[in-house]
């Protein structure tokens, strides 16, 4: 669905050395409103980790300023993230958590509240939007048209936005979170152009190096290029019912693409529920299609349990075409692969023809090479 491709901000706890700040320290005082917490744990990932003592409900403590960091403050079920700019922030931990700081016009702390002000606001329009279509007295077909023209519109305005508050933060953290909200709007070669614009420090931060790799990955495996291929050990003959040791094969890529077919090529888990609600479709394109010209080839990664859940998981689904289990990142890191389901179709000499295919788009692909 359109909706699912909304994206929050980001307040995951980001960290990196070295970013320009107003102060070597960030002195922070808080208010604690629950009674009966002793600590507040502020966290940095892989940076720090600490308790800080809550007496009469009050608390305070000095950490070291960096503006490429997402901090996090939290006591009990209150939590809140902060950039310990170099500026005196003031943390209140409640229900409504909030960061102020005592230095607001070169605060970027003020600056990220003021992001996520409008963020929100922007979010509380759609909802309101939404609801109005929803509770309308149009057709239902009329309603998804409202709806979908009204989406285009607003993610416009949100990729926009996220684009203009990137621009004006490619020294801090607010400049990745933004990037993290429009990134799906554009493509990788832009996202490429986004991430060379941000500062030496940023780039070499692992949230966004993570992200380089698979834009270079998607790069590399895009439509029109030819298939990367790959080696994994995949295991048969086990089932839930049957407990044995695992029997493992050394498999291919290329043992199932590039052989004279069109191969529909899933990457999908057990675990993954919109990967089980694309089985359906691509069961009926399999058996529309599938003979000496056309063939499917699912491959589970990121499995969770062992691989008899997923030949088991298989088999209740009607999974009838070839399998591959444990393949874990391997094909995922190759290709690019941030979430599943992610299906592609790939054609007789091994050249990637379309990716990203999902609902009705499977069936259209399929159908435009074969029919």
């Not at 909030?98 to 992001?115: G, H, T």
């Not at 790959?230 to 839930?240: A, I, L, S, Y």
């Amino acid at each position: 669905m359109k909706i699912s491709k909304l994206i929050t901000a980001a307040t995951a706890a980001l960290t990196l050395a070295s970013c320009a700040k107003v102060s070597d320290t960030t002195t922070i005082t808080g208010t604690v409103v629950p009674e009966g917490l002793d600590n507040v744990n502020i966290v940095i990932k892989e940076q720090l980790d600490t308790l800080v003592p809550v007496t009469d409900g009050k608390f305070k403590i000095e950490i070291p300023a960096n503006v490429c960091v997402m901090a996090t403050a939290s006591a009990g079920e209150c939590a809140v993230s902060f950039i310990p700019d170099g500026t005196k922030l003031n943390i209140v931990l409640d229900n409504e958590s909030k960061v102020e700081s005592s230095s607001p016009k070169i605060s970027v702390q003020a600056r990220y509240n003021d992001f996520n002000t409008k963020l929100e606001a922007m979010f509380e329009e759609f909802s309101a939007k939404r609801q109005e279509i929803r509770s309308s007295d149009m057709s239902d077909e009329d309603k998804e048209e409202a709806f979908n023209d009204f989406y285009d519109t607003f993610m416009e305005g949100y990729k926009n936005y996220n684009i203009e508050v990137f621009d004006a933060n490619t020294d801090n953290i607010i400049g990745i979170v933004a990037l993290d909200n429009f990134r799906y709007e554009i493509s990788d070669e832009e996202i490429a152009q986004r991430i060379d614009a941000l500062t030496p420090a940023l780039q070499e931060h692992s949230y966004i190096a993570s992200m380089k790799e698979a834009v270079q990955a998607r790069i590399a495996t895009a439509e029109g290029k030819m298939f990367t291929d790959f080696t994994v050990e995949t295991v048969v003959g086990m089932t839930r019912s049957i407990p044995a040791q695992p029997k493992y094969s050394t498999v291919k890529f290329s043992d199932y693409v590039g052989k004279g077919k069109y191969v529909l090529v899933d990457f999908w888990s057990p675990w993954c529920g919109p990967c089980k609600r694309e089985m359906p479709n691509i069961r009926a394109i399999y058996d529309k299609y599938h003979g000496k010209n056309f063939d499917v080839l699912s491959i589970a990664v990121w499995e969770r349990q062992g691989p008899e859940v997923t030949i088991d998981t298989a088999a209740e689904l009607g999974m009838i075409w070839n399998q591959i289990n444990n393949a874990g990142s391997v094909p995922t890191e190759i290709y690019g692969i941030e979430g599943i389901p992610h299906i592609m179709l790939i054609g007789p000499d091994g050249t990637i023809l379309k990716r990203g295919l999902y609902g009705e788009a499977l069936a259209e692909a399929v159908a435009e090479y074969l029919d």
